[in-house]
């Protein structure tokens, strides 16, 4: 094995690191990590699932090995898929953890999915929305994903936005997970952009958590609009490179999560609906894959459509939850 085949050169002193294929159903059991040299020390951008071992800090070491460079970790969210190389970082390298301040508790947890955070944010019951109970699930994550080891200290984004003095800095984008945040580098314009759309499945904004906001992934998209980036580094999947390609992109997604806020809108004003029948009659639609991920997406809508008092819903018992156009 060589590392070099997992990086690769995105910008002057910008390379990404793209994790070997290791996956668990759909799921790639570790995100991308970019590693940028900046005039005060090298900064990581995500650090890995447990499933990338020890591949972060020897990559590291044999690019910046001769150099006594301070090493900074920031964070996009607290996904184990992201945080789980950062107890390595400090232990093999001395580094220091940053995050924003809503997603500070998960990433010092270094838990694969912490339900009770979760929980408060789910309109239906945890067996509808996962088509298995609750045990099941934890236990599946808990196998898959590993679990990382809990850090002591960490840094606030908020207080100390570029310690390592690499022009990027970090841009709220929240609605996948709480506290979600894209990093971005006027001079070049990369963002890396965490889980905010997906180019392995046709762009699809990323709504795959419980706690997952549409409103807030909708401004998030309109935040990049603005920013004109020239090149999005993702969370997963390939780096969209070139502003037509990017603003091709980012219209997609915009429009995915348009057009299937408009369905379920009109799905629930002709019938009462469960998520059931609305994650069985918009298979297709690019919101996958699979049936947990398209029913995390289309729940995020109906907690939108609650909030906005635009649906009501009653539990039905069976774990169906039936909403009815208001
Ligand atoms: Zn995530």
């Known amino acids: 094995m060589t590392i070099e085949q997992y990086l690769s050169q995105i910008d002057q002193g910008v390379i990404l690191l793209t994790p070997p ?3 668990f159903l759909q799921w790639r059991r570790s995100a991308n990590i970019v590693i940028i040299d900046g005039s005060s020390g090298v900064t990581v951008i995500d650090s890995g699932g447990t499933s990338l071992g020890g591949l972060l800090t020897t990559t590291m070491k044999r690019l910046y090995g001769n150099k006594d460079s301070q090493v900074y970790c920031q ?3 607290g996904h184990i ?6 107890s390595r970082i400090v232990k093999d390298l001395g580094g220091s953890i940053y995050a924003s301040r809503d997603a500070v508790p998960y990433v010092l947890e270094q838990t694969p999915i912490n339900m009770n955070r979760e929980r408060p944010h789910m309109v239906v019951s945890f067996r509808e929305l996962f088509s298995a109970p609750a045990w099941f699930v934890n236990g599946v994550i808990r196998l898959s ?9 960490i840094h606030l984004l908020e207080d100390d936005p570029d310690p390592g003095e690499t022009g990027f800095r970090p ?22 952009a965490g889980d905010l759309i997906d180019p392995r499945h046709k762009m699809k904004p990323v709504l795959t958590s419980p706690s997952s906001k549409w409103s807030e992934m909708k401004n998030a998209l309109e935040t990049v609009v603005a920013l004109q980036p020239k090149t ?11 502003r037509a390609e990017v603003s091709s992109s980012v219209q997609r997604a915009v429009k995915t999560l348009d057009d299937s806020m408009d369905y379920v809108t009109e799905f629930i004003d002709s019938r009462p609906a469960c998520l059931h ?5 918009m298979i297709g639609m690019g919101i996958g894959p699979g049936t947990v991920f398209r029913n995390m997406f289309i729940h995020s809508i109906l907690a939108e459509l609650l909030r906005e008092c635009r649906v009501s819903s009653h539990d039905e018992g069976r774990n169906k939850t039936v909403f009815t156009g208001s």
Do not use: C, W, Y
């Open 21 to 23: 294929r290791q996956r």
């Open 75 to 77: 964070h996009t969210h």
């Open 81 to 86: 898929d992201h945080i789980a190389g950062s």
């Open 145 to 153: 994903m590993g679990k990382g080891r809990q850090l002591s200290d």
């Open 171 to 192: 841009i709220p984008l929240p609605g996948h997970h709480i506290g979600h945040t894209g990093f971005f580098n006027d001079e070049s314009g990369v963002l890396v």
């Open 232 to 242: 999005i580094i993702p969370g997963h999947g390939d780096p969209i490179v070139g």
């Open 277 to 281: 029948d609305l994650s069985q009659s």
